[in-house]
Structure formats: C-alpha cells, structure tokens
C-alpha cells in the first residue's frame, strides 16, 4: 500500500500537473490584465481597512491571516532549501515567478469564494471550490469531488504531519516526550476550533504577526551579517535560472530542468495557489463586493513566497551554505546558525517550525470542516472537529512516511477540479473584474467601506 501510494504521489504530481497550475496563473493573469501587480498597492490598504458593508464572519485582515497561518509553514523553511539543494540557486528565480502569477490565481479563487458563497442553517458563511463548481460552473459532482478530496487531505497535510512536525522539532529540541506533546496540542487545538472559524481568526490574527515577525528578524540578522557576499548571492539566483548549476561542494548538480521543476513545485507548496484551499477562508470574510476580498487574497501569495520564502533564498545563497550538501530544515538551520551567535539558529528555525506547524493546525481544520459540511450538511460538523483533535494527537506519536504520499495525492487532486473551475470561469472573472474596477474608479463603489 504504501509503494502504490508513493508512485500515485509521484504521478499526480507529475510535470502536468505543475504546467496546469503554472499556467492557469499565466492565463488567469493575461485574463485580468495583470491586476496583481496594478492593484497591489490598494490590495494592502484593503488588508486593514474594516468593512461596515456586506456580510461575512471575520474581516479582511482576520481571512488572510487564517489563509497565512495554512500557507506560512514548512514550505517557507524546508520547502525553500529542499528547492536549492536539488535544483540550484535558480530555483529561487522559479518560485518567484511562481509567486507572481500565483497572485492572479488567488484573486480569481478569492473572488469566486465570495461570489457563490452562502449562508447556512448556524447563520455561518460557507464557500470555496465545491460551490463555485456546484453554482456557478453547474457541476455538483465535481464540486463533491474536491470536497472529498480536501476533507481526506485536511487530515494528512494539515493534521498528522503538521503535529508530527512540532512533536519531532520539540522532542529534538526540548528533550520533551512525545506524548506529552501530543497531549498539549490536542488540548490547544480543541481549545480554539470549539469556537468555529471566529476563534481561529482571532489566534490567526495575534499568533501569524508574531511568528512571522520572529522569522523575519532572524533571516535579517543573517542576511545583513553576511551583507557582503549578498550581491554575489542575488547574482547566483538570477545566473542559475536559465542554465542550470554546475557540481560544486557538496552539490551534485542540477540541470536546467531540474532547477526550473523544483522551483516551480516548492512555490506551489509554499503558496497552494490553485490547491483550492484558501479561499474557504476567503468566503468568510466580512465585505460588500467580491473584488475586494480577492485583492486581499492575493496578497497571501505576495506574502508567503516573494517576501518569506525570498528571506529563506537570500539567507541560503548570501551565506553559501547550499553547497554543504544539507537539505530540507537541516539546511535553513545550518544557513541561521552562520548568521546568529551561539544556537540561535537552531532555536529560531525550530521555534518556527513549531509555531507555522501549530498555526496550519488550526486553519486547515476550518477548511476540511468546510468540505465536509458541504458534504453531510452542518450537524455532523462537530464530529469532524472532535476527530480532528484525536488524529492531532495520534500525528504527534507515530512515524507518518505513508501520510506524506496520500497528503500529496489529496492535495493534487484537490487542485484538479479547482482548476478546472478557475479556467472555465475565467470569463466571468474577467468582465466582472473589468466592472468591480471602474466602479471603484468611477466611485460608484466604495473603495474601502
């Protein structure tokens, strides 16, 4: 089982599934005239500005950092070292690029979310893939489909990993035992994901600042401690981008193709534009018009991978520690701890490791509960919440190899019918965005309230 479940991993997430998601981004892009980079600006000042209009459960500010406390995690520490390690310096040009078009996605995804979303039977916001597939494409089976696939996907990639992550960078760091560990996260989570979707924006809204702001001081530190080799740094990223790396150190080399495929893949991790799981907490939040929250949305994407993940990559390539032959956190450690004093490095890396872990806990909870309701309706929702506190538990005590291979095939075909919905409703997107734009220029719509 577990053979088969590594090679049907491995084929879903096969060079055709990251040209369809590439390209949905670029054709998305070409679509909506390149809106991430002309609203950028605004999309920011949307970030903070409360809406006194439209309905919703959370704010702005309180959907993006749920969507960041799913998207800031492993992808930005290890996600980004795994990527140099295997492809190059060049990898990073990739995952920019990744990156920026990812943000058309984003928008397109946050749109639709709010769009096509609904009340339910408690009063709550409900929306994502499934209903604008169900409503506005008219295909409720497809819509069943990536609700199926992103209740079962919750369980793998934001559940028993991500506690089986903190229990391991605890246990290594702290000495503390699994089971105690396990215990506390089960208890932490229940605590928060009792109170719905309300409650994990409000931790989200404190707890994803934080984190992010002690990463942020670290790989800093780092850069600015070794300033004068950064240039040579940003120049071997732009240098490997188009020719591939050569064997140098403890690297073995990457062709061209190596470099721009795990690019390529690693920003799609980091950033899950496309996977369909971000704008479920899109559609909750509080706003009068769908564009408004789909600048918001994409925002995430600018956030996750061309500033966190750029960090990593600038840290990684300004020390020169790529070429050590490390690879995954043991490298983003190993970058650190040649920037900080004493075993700062370590601490950081693994604090963060611990907190993103801990924060994806709690934002993927909201999005397979969202799946799973669309699918048995809302009174079953608290049975999905109480066994997502049971598997937080068992994650942290047992070793999850096989876990990794069905989180990754879930999580590719979740991406599928997203896809196909972003694509075939691009049209909409498109003259509807072209209206939401005027209307702001013009006035006729609000820009902020």
Known sequence: MHSLLAEFAKIMWGPWLLILLLGTGVWLSIRLNGIQIRNIIYAFRLTFAKEREGEGDISHFGSLMTALAATVGMGNIAGVSTAVALGGPGAIFWMWVTGLVGMATKYSEGYLA???RHINDYGEISGGPMYYIEYGLGQKWLGVCFAIFGALAAFGIGNMIQSNTTAHALSETLGTSKLLIGTILAIL????IIGGIKRIADVASYFVPLMVTIYFIGAIIVIFNNLPHLGSGIALIFEHAFNGTSATGGFIGATLTQTIRFGVARGLFSNESGMGSAPIAAAAAKTN?????ALVSMTGTFLDTLVICSLTALALSSSGVWISGETGVALTIKAFSSGLPGNWGNIIVSLSAITFGFSSILAWEYYGEKCFEYLFKEKWVYLYRYLWVIIVFMGALFELEAVWNFSDAM???MAVPNLIGLLLL????????????????EGTINKYN
């Open 114 to 116: 709010v769009k096509y």
């Open 189 to 192: 989570t229940g605590m928060v």
């Open 289 to 293: 018009h769908p564009g408004k929250q």
């Open 411 to 413: 999580n590719a075909l």
């Open 426 to 441: 691009s049209g909409i997107l498109s003259r509807e965005t072209r209206i939401f734009e005027k209307g702001i220029n």
